[in-house]
């Protein structure tokens, strides 16, 4: 397995690409750059997965890594071996796509030997590792039969272990492997995944755009969107601290409320049709926010929001908009002035017909600025 750092990284794929990388408040497409200015590093033996809509540049970033693609600019390494103008073969990587890549004609146990077998690999030791392979992916009792009459889960199993098989490989890239699964497979197979990357500290790299894949499989999740990474973090800081609002958004279901208002002593104004609802801050990020020249957007997420017993200090008054009843949840949609809030309720719990008062608790509201996160002097990063 290796370390895998990206320097200054940008694609583009023109024959002549602008001169310059495009600045982030343009957009990819006008920009003319797949890849745009990362720098990231990561290390040994993690589990990663690039998160973004499509079009982003999740593909391209994977068949950088992998040698598919020369990047424009920038340099790829693999503990500190410049790589960026080796073949994939030379690479040492194992790739697996979203379509099963298997030989239909071979049997089982012959797919899994193959790579073995291209790398000389004595017979005993093939026999011992595609044994052990199998039976990690339940494969053990098709060994015998041919990939041609296997259902669509087991191929794709098999182009897994054909990845998992040899314990050489630099790194392991996933390219939305589980898209023609079936959505109860798919789970046993991501948490198989999870499984083998506990058990051999694989460096493990996997492209979705189902943040619910992501979230599940990976250690950390870099969410990209036009072609840059907005953020490298754990499941719980994506959704708690989201670093930019794309991936306040994004992250979620439904995403974070994100509010236009201003700052003004020590709270946030957001324009509610009347004389501004105040939404009181912590002081350290009201202070940092009130000196921000950019564009001032309040964040919460459905989950933090709370509906108040009664009027009073600190609740914001609101008209209810419509209420679904998801089974688990309740998902109350509120209408604070001109703004759409959604609030995620527990099963049980009572909503209100018309109007209501929301808390919006000072430990879980955040403030963006030009849509990057205002950090307080309590708040951490990624």
């Known amino acids: 397995m290796a370390r895998i750092v990206f320097d200054a990284i940008a694609h583009s794929y023109l024959k002549t690409p602008p001169s310059e990388v495009s600045a982030p408040e343009v957009s990819a497409a006008d920009g003319d750059w797949a890849l745009r ?28 890594i992998s040698g598919l693609i020369a990047p424009t600019r920038g340099r790829i390494l693999f503990d500190d071996r410049d790589v960026t103008g080796l073949t994939p073969r030379a690479r040492n990587i194992a790739q697996v796509f979203q379509f099963p890549v298997i030989y239909d004609t071979m049997t089982v146990e012959e797919n899994l030997a193959f790579p073995l077998r291209n790398r000389g690999l004595g017979r005993a030791e093939t026999r011992t ?18 990939a041609r ?51 051999f500290h694989l460096t493990l790299i996997y492209v979705t755009h189902d943040q619910n894949e992501a979230l599940t499989f990976a250690d950390r999740v870099a969410v990209m969107n ?29 995403g974070m409320n994100l509010i236009p208002c201003r700052i003004a002593d020590g709270a946030a104004v957001v324009d509610d049709g009347i004389d501004g ?50 089974g688990t949840y309740k998902l109350v949609t509120a209408r ?37 996160l205002v950090e307080g002097e309590a708040r951490e990063g990624s």
């Not at 290390?43 to 998160?51: F, I, K, N, S, V």
């Not at 098989?165 to 798919?186: G, M, Q, S, Y």
């Open 226 to 254: 036009e072609g840059r990474i907005l953020q490298v973090g754990s499941p719980r800081a994506l959704f708690e601290a989201p670093r930019h609002t794309f991936v306040g958004y994004f992250i979620g279901s439904p």
């Open 277 to 326: 609802a105040r939404i009181a801050l912590d002081p350290a990020l009201a202070a940092r926010a009130a000196a921000a020249t950019a564009p001032i957007e309040l964040g919460i997420r459905p989950e933090f929001l709370r509906l108040a017993d009664a009027p009073g200090e600190g609740a914001v008054a609101v008209a209810i908009a419509g209420v679904e009843d998801l």
């Open 149 to 199: 009459g296997l259902s669509v889960d087991a191929k794709q199993k098999i182009s897994l272990g054909r990845g998992l098989v040899r314990d050489d490989v630099a790194a392991i890239l996933f390219d939305e492997p589980l898209t023609v699964i079936d959505p109860h497979l798919k789970w046993l197979l991501r948490r198989k995944l999870k499984e083998i990357h506990e058990r």
């Open 129 to 146: 590792r595609v044994a052990e392979v199998a039976e990690t992916l339940d494969l053990t009792v098709d060994l015998k039969r041919r």
């Open 37 to 64: 200015d990362i720098d990231q590093t990561w290390e040994d033996g993690g589990a990663y997965a690039l998160l973004g809509p499509s079009g982003c540049g999740k593909t391209t970033l994977l068949n950088v």
């Open 336 to 372: 604070l002035g001109p703004h759409r809030l959604k609030i995620k309720l527990g099963e049980d719990a009572p909503t209100p017909a018309e109007r209501a008062h929301l808390i919006f608790p000072r430990e879980r509201t955040i403030v963006y600025a030009g849509g990057r």
